[in-house]
């Protein structure tokens, strides 16, 4: 049973410049959730998506946006790229319905702005 | 004042040692609580999941939460240089829809010498 994938593995990418992060949830999980993590600290919550919706955002700018699909797979794009993007992006997915908190993360995409 | 506050270390114990890892939270509506270990480069990987006040066992490791005092611990006992990681306490908030945000400590990086 595959777990929770995500590509690329590594990124390098130039301030201004645009990125979009890939996620493939663990088998049966239909919502997936995105967080960043910075060096030395605790992931943060960026959005989460289910049933191809936008649910929760968390406190990020607009430039962070994300999509669904309908396979339940999702993407996070990253306009207009600043140095203090530069971070751990992982995905995380979790059970369907209300009784399940628990979620599942990927290996993570690491970014590095330049 | 961060909702989850969480030591973050370095901790370094000899093996066999009994490892106490703690957070404390400021968010009284917080009722769900996880432990996450996360070796260097990798994603966070779930340890243990709770609800309730009081201790849940799996193996070596020990979940304690005390809502009362806003306060969850972790225990390992018997520690192996194999637990040397980064742990990570997770909560989240009782949500009737999808809604499933985790708001995560720092983590407290642990390091078992053998």
């Known amino acids: 049973d595959a777990g929770v994938t995500q590509s690329p593995t590594h990124l390098i990418k130039t301030r201004g410049q645009q990125v979009t992060l890939r996620c493939s949830p663990k088998?049966?999980?239909?919502?997936v959730s995105w967080y960043q993590q910075a060096l030395g600290q605790g992931p943060q919550f960026i959005f989460q998506?289910?049933?191809?919706?936008?649910?929760q955002r968390g406190n990020f700018p607009d430039r962070f946006s994300g999509h669904q699909f309908p396979n339940y797979s999702s993407e996070l794009n990253v306009n207009a790229l600043l140095l203090g993007d530069s971070a751990l992006y992982l995905c995380?997915?979790?059970?369907?319905?209300?009784?399940?908190?628990?979620?599942?993360f990927g290996p993570g995409t690491r970014l590095t702005v330049t | 004042q961060k909702e989850v506050e969480q030591d973050p270390g370095p901790l370094s114990v000899p093996e066999g040692a009994i490892v106490s890892l703690n957070c404390t939270y400021s968010?009284?509506?917080?009722?769900?609580f996880m432990w996450y270990r996360q070796y260097s480069r990798k994603g966070p990987e779930l340890l243990m999941y709770?609800?309730?006040?009081g201790n849940k066992e799996d193996g070596r490791f020990t979940a304690q939460v005390d809502k009362s005092s806003k306060y969850i611990s972790l225990f390992i006992r018997d520690s192996q240089p194999s637990d040397s990681a980064t742990y990570l306490c997770?909560?989240?908030?009782?949500?009737?829809?999808?809604?499933?945000?985790?708001?995560f400590g720092s983590g407290t990086q642990l390091t078992v010498l053998p």
């Open positions: 997770a909560m989240s908030v009782r949500s009737s829809g999808s809604a499933r945000q985790l708001t």
């Open positions: 709770t609800y309730s006040s």
């Open positions: 998506y289910y049933e191809e919706e936008e649910r």
């Open positions: 995380a997915s979790s059970l369907p319905g209300p009784i399940s908190y628990e979620q599942y």
């Open positions: 088998s049966g999980h239909d919502t």
């Open positions: 968010n009284s509506a917080f009722q769900y």
